[in-house]
Every structure is written in structure tokens, then in C-alpha cells.
């Protein structure tokens, strides 16, 4: 079955800094990556996704890359607010049914 | 309408209690979800529901049954649960179960066993 590993698992940064986590998955059936941001004691928001056939996206300060070949993406946070601070889920689907989600990755930005 | 809604928001049940958890969507998805999340962990699925039928059981214990009246509510009932099932039950829903559509969560409901 699928397995995604994410990185990092904590990761500080300055206001105005830009923020990378990166993801890794098994599956090279999988074709959706989807991003989720959980703020303590909320809902997970999928802040942004990208299917198998687009090597990027983008959504004003927050972008995805897709690298297929290594079996890898990553979410690019530009300009980080205090509001940026939350953990960071990725997820990729498996056999085309469920999500199976990364560890998840707790942002920092500090004023 | 693009929301989720579960209740109740925090229930706290005796380990020989039967109790119910209800999530309702407007949205017009065909599929639903629940998963349970631990703190500090990403959330785990438990059952997908899709077109109204299971399609997907993550074997999970037989205490927790859930049910799909219809296609904008989705139920789990409850019973006999041990204090390692407390936990943020989470349902979600999106407009196909097919893996590759955008799933929308509800708030969750807080669950503690005593």
C-alpha cells in the first residue's frame, strides 16, 4: 500500500521567511496530492492540491511542486505570517480510494 | 453551503454506553468519510462511504458501526468503547469517493471515554 513520509517534523521560522516542507510517496499509482493545514483544536483545511499531470501550482504565497520521477512533492510557503503557524499535513491517494496522510509538519512563525 | 457539520462537538461516554455521532453535509457529495485522529497525529480513516454503500472498512473494531441513511448524512454508533478510542473523530466528505477528489472535513467530535 501507500506510504508518504513528510519532512520536517517541526520547522521554525521568522515572519516574512519562506517555509518548505517536502513529501515523499511509495505508491506511482497515486495521482492526488492535497494539503491540509489543521490550526489547534480545528478542522484540517486543504489549503491546496495538485494532481499527477501539472508539475506545479500555485495559490498567491503558497505554491506545490510534483516531481513524479522521484516520487516526491513539496508545499512553499512565501512571506510567512504569525498566521501561517499550524501543522501541515500532505496526503496522496492510494488505489485511487483512500488518502493516506504524512505525520504532519508543525510550522512556527514567530514576529 | 460548502460545510460539514458534526454533533455533538464534545461527548464524554461511560465504557458501557451507546452513544451516536452525526455528520451532515449539504455540498451534494457522493462520498463520506470517517477518520479518527489522536493529538499531535495526522488523522487515520476508519470507513469510507460511497453512492450510500461501504466501500471501504479499515478493519476496524466492530464498537464502532456506521451507517449512511442517505447521501447527506452519515452516522457512527458507538458501543462498548475502551479509553484507548478516545480521541477527534473527524468526517469528511467529497463529490466522489474515487481517491483523487478534494475532501472537505467537519469540525470533528471530541470524544473522551471515561
Known amino acids: 500500500g501507500e506510504n508518504v513520509e513528510q519532512h520536517p517534523s517541526t520547522l521554525s521560522v521568522q515572519e516574512g521567511d519562506s517555509a518548505v516542507i517536502k513529501c515523499t510517496y511509495s505508491?506511482?499509482?497515486?495521482?492526488?496530492f492535497p494539503w491540509y493545514k489543521q490550526e489547534l483544536g480545528k478542522r484540517p483545511q486543504l489549503i491546496i492540491d495538485?494532481?499527477?499531470?501539472?508539475g506545479e501550482k500555485k495559490d498567491q504565497r503558497i505554491a506545490v511542486t510534483l516531481n513524479k520521477t522521484a516520487k516526491h512533492f513539496s508545499l512553499h510557503i512565501t512571506e510567512t505570517q504569525p498566521e501561517d503557524s499550524a501543522v501541515y499535513f500532505c496526503?496522496?491517494?492510494?488505489?485511487?480510494?483512500?488518502?493516506?496522510f504524512g505525520k504532519g509538519t508543525t510550522l512556527s512563525v514567530s514576529s | 453551503d460548502t460545510e460539514v457539520t458534526q454533533t455533538p462537538k464534545h461527548l464524554v461516554m461511560g465504557m458501557t454506553n451507546k452513544k451516536s455521532l452525526k455528520c451532515e453535509q449539504h455540498?451534494?457529495?457522493?462520498?463520506m468519510y470517517w477518520y479518527k485522529q489522536k493529538a499531535k497525529k495526522p488523522p487515520e480513516l476508519m470507513f469510507v462511504?460511497?453512492?450510500?454503500?461501504?466501500?471501504i472498512n479499515e478493519s476496524v473494531p466492530s464498537r464502532f458501526s456506521p451507517e449512511c441513511p442517505n447521501s447527506s448524512l452519515l452516522n457512527l454508533h458507538l458501543h462498548a468503547l475502551q479509553p484507548e478510542d478516545s480521541a477527534l473523530y473527524l468526517c469528511?466528505?467529497?463529490?466522489?469517493?474515487?481517491?483523487?477528489?478534494?475532501?472537505?472535513f467537519g469540525d470533528g467530535t471530541r470524544l473522551s471515554i471515561l
Open positions: 462511504y460511497s453512492y450510500e454503500k461501504l466501500s
Open positions: 505508491d506511482s499509482a497515486s495521482n492526488y
Open positions: 469528511a466528505s467529497s463529490p466522489r469517493g474515487a481517491g483523487n477528489q478534494p475532501q472537505h
Open positions: 495538485i494532481r499527477s499531470n501539472v
Open positions: 496526503a496522496a491517494n492510494q488505489a485511487g480510494t483512500a488518502l493516506i
Open positions: 455540498m451534494g457529495h457522493r462520498a
